[in-house]
């Protein structure tokens, strides 16, 4: 995940950045380099074959339709929610 703070002096360049990896050759070589799946699904033709076709990186749809989602956060990630406020509002 990629995020632009409030406050970010240099918005445009953080864009600009975000716009580029999302380039589907340029996260597709990154996809590639780490061995992990991107978000971009026009970059899957350009992944290795043995990337693409791990059912660990690229969970089956067998796989996808027994995931079921958490139950949310308890008291104790409260301050997880506290640190990610202050960083969503420039804090």
């Known amino acids: 995940m990629l995020a632009i703070p409030k406050n970010a002096p240099h918005a445009a360049n953080a864009l600009a950045l975000i716009n580029f990896l999302m380039d589907p050759h340029v996260i597709a070589a990154i996809s590639n380099y ?47 929610t506290r640190i990610w406020e202050k960083f969503k509002t420039g804090q």
């Not at 969970?59 to 339709?65: D, G, K, Y």
């Open 34 to 80: 780490i061995g992990f799946a991107n978000a971009n699904i026009a970059a899957t033709p350009f992944l290795d074959p043995s990337i693409a076709s791990d059912p660990i990186v690229f969970p089956t749809p067998e796989q996808r339709a027994a995931v079921r989602p958490g139950r949310g956060l308890t008291r104790s990630g409260a301050p997880l």
